[in-house]
């Protein structure tokens, strides 16, 4: 005791502050009702780890891996606020979930297109590649002089050398492409007013008037034919009777009720008053939430845009009042990120799921995690840094190889081949970090019990209630492996932990399964998802780092 007294003493001193460790009482566990495993777990998990009875929450929810965020908002994410909210819940720092609870909660889905919006949508459509065909032939005019085939301005193609161009997709957003059709024509204005020829004038001019009216409508035109009066342009009091007529029909079409064939008339009055840079736009308002005018998106702004989530990640914020659906959050937790002292956001949640292919494999995390923290975690250290397309992270790999070696009493084993470990080749594997086989488990290893490890790719965690899936959370967990993490959808390089943080945490002994994610975890309400006890510590009893080489800012 007076060891222990001293240690503490020289602790404090040394200006290491290691927080308390996650105690049980402080575990919310959650188990669905709707899955009687579910809540045989919840009960064998409580009372191996002592948890109290009263902190096991029963919801009835989708027994499903995906789970709709209607659904996770009134079944899931409610009752454990309400939970949360009583007496009893307000010491409550992680959530532990039962294998039979959903792992990822889905984007919403948009309702269904009424008619009238169908419409609008294919108009808007419609009218943005017939705007990018005209840019396409108003770059001829004033350059290429050919033969009309036709001796009115419909179709306009017949007055351009066929066949007409076809503009490559994706349509350039419609904003940018209406600047520049904008500044195209007036340069084309400019270069055909110093035709030479009349003949090749008369051909510009007409090409121009007809792109003026297929673009901008009678309005358009008319404008034209009154500022720059054209030759063989049409009689400007006609123009201006057939625009009065066409705008008092557009009126009284907008009194009617707005049926869809009142809309589709409609849409096709706008068109002829105002052509198709008129149209796009009222017709995409009408068009429901889908974003037509955007430019294509990169793979990186469709990922971060999403609106989906692990569940468990997601029940991190579940104080939150206002979390955002669209891309992750800061995770306050996550020692490397800059904290003021006091904030009013209400708490951060940890969470785990003690969860696999079967309700078995769940059992058996359960009761690995307890038997093997009594004795201590036992075997070797495998670190595979030649997988993965970053430099920078098959660094971290190395480093963290270095730090095992120098100051732990673990057997480290670095593999720097472009290669993943092979069949086999693992013996006695305590702990594992990896990449690059996408959703291809190698079974490179045996496993120590209590093995904890995880594999550094995408998609991993998809597939972790399939017995026959072989990406590397389920495929690691029924091999004997007892906590893990992965991705439900593409998580990005830098949403998941760096191996040198969270290893070296774990292997103090001093913090629980469930902190050491939650320390070196970027991103909350994300698509990551920690597997295992969150109350496992397997190396209280042998720790292999001393905890006073770490970061001092790293353990408050």
């Known amino acids: 005791m007076n060891r222990f007294l001293l240690q503490t003493v020289v602790l404090l001193s040394s200006g290491v502050g290691t927080a308390l460790a996650l105690a049980p009482e402080e575990v919310l566990v959650v188990a669905n009702n709707r899955a009687p495993e579910s809540l045989e777990l919840a009960n064998v998990y409580a009372s191996a780890r002592g948890i109290p009875t009263k902190n096991i929450l029963q919801v009835s929810t989708s027994t499903s891996y995906g789970v709709g965020r209607i659904e996770y908002d009134g079944q899931i994410a409610g009752p454990v606020r309400e939970a949360l909210a009583q007496p009893e819940g307000k010491g409550i720092k992680c959530i532990a979930l039962m294998w039979g609870m959903p792992v990822h909660v889905l984007a919403p889905v948009p309702p269904p297109l009424t008619p009238q919006q169908q419409a609008c949508r294919k108009t808007a ?65 400019r270069e055909t007013a110093k035709i030479e020829s009349p003949a090749n004038g008369r051909i510009a001019w007409r090409q121009l008037m007809a792109l003026q009216l297929e673009l901008r409508g009678l309005e358009g035109l008319s404008e034209l034919v009154e500022k720059d009066a054209p030759p063989t342009a049409p009689d400007s009091a006609h123009l201006a009777k057939l625009t009065e007529a066409a705008r008092q029909q557009l009126g009284e079409l907008l009194k009617k009720e707005q049926t869809t064939e009142v809309t589709e008339e409609r849409l096709r009055m706008i068109d002829h008053l105002s052509g198709a840079l008129g149209l796009y736009p009222e017709a995409a308002d009408g068009a429901g939430p889908a974003e037509l005018n955007k430019k294509k998106k990169t793979f990186r702004d469709r990922t971060i ?5 692990s569940v468990d990640s997601e029940l991190a914020l579940v104080l939150w009042p206002d979390v955002r659906l669209q891309g992750w959050v800061g995770n306050p937790l996550y020692w490397r990120r800059r904290r003021s002292k006091s904030s009013d956001r209400p708490r951060l949640l940890m969470t785990a799921r003690i969860d696999g292919p079967s309700a078995a494999d769940a059992m058996r995390i359960i009761k690995a995690s307890a038997q093997t923290e009594s004795v201590g975690l036992k075997g070797n250290f495998y670190i595979d840094a030649g997988g993965g397309p ?100 593409e998580p990005l390089l830098g949403a998941l932990p760096l191996p040198q943080d969270f290893f070296a945490l774990l292997m103090t002994g001093k913090y629980t399964l469930a902190e050491c994610y939650w320390r070196t975890i970027p991103s909350a309400s994300w698509r990551l998802t920690l597997v295992g006890d ?9 720790p292999q780092l001393d905890v006073r080489k770490l970061p001092p800012q790293m353990l408050r």
């Open 125 to 189: 459509e419609r009218a943005h590649f017939r705007a990018a065909i005209a840019y396409k032939l108003l770059a001829s005019v004033a350059t290429s002089f050919p033969s009309p085939r036709t001796e009115t301005f419909r179709p306009v193609v017949d007055l351009f050398t066929s066949p007409a161009p076809t503009p490559n997709p994706p349509l350039a957003d419609f904003a940018e492409l209406k600047d520049d059709i904008c500044d195209l024509f007036d340069q084309k204005m």
């Open 305 to 309: 845009s999403a609106q989906d989530a």
């Open 390 to 489: 970053s430099l920078a992270f098959n660094d971290n790999f190395g480093k963290l190889h270095g730090l095992v070696k120098r100051q732990t009493g673990l057997n480290s084993v670095l593999d720097t081949a472009t290669t993943v470990f092979q069949t086999g080749s693992c013996p006695k594997a305590a702990l594992y970090v990896g990449w690059y086989s996408l959703r291809k488990y190698v079974p490179a290893f045996s496993w120590s019990p209590g093995a904890v490890g995880w594999h550094h790719a995408s998609y991993e965690a998809i597939g972790l209630r399939d017995p026959a899936a072989q990406t590397w959370c389920p495929k690691m967990i029924q091999n004997g492996v007892a906590a893990t993490l992965g991705a439900v959808a």
């Open 534 to 542: 969150p109350l496992y510590t397997p190396f209280a009893v042998n």
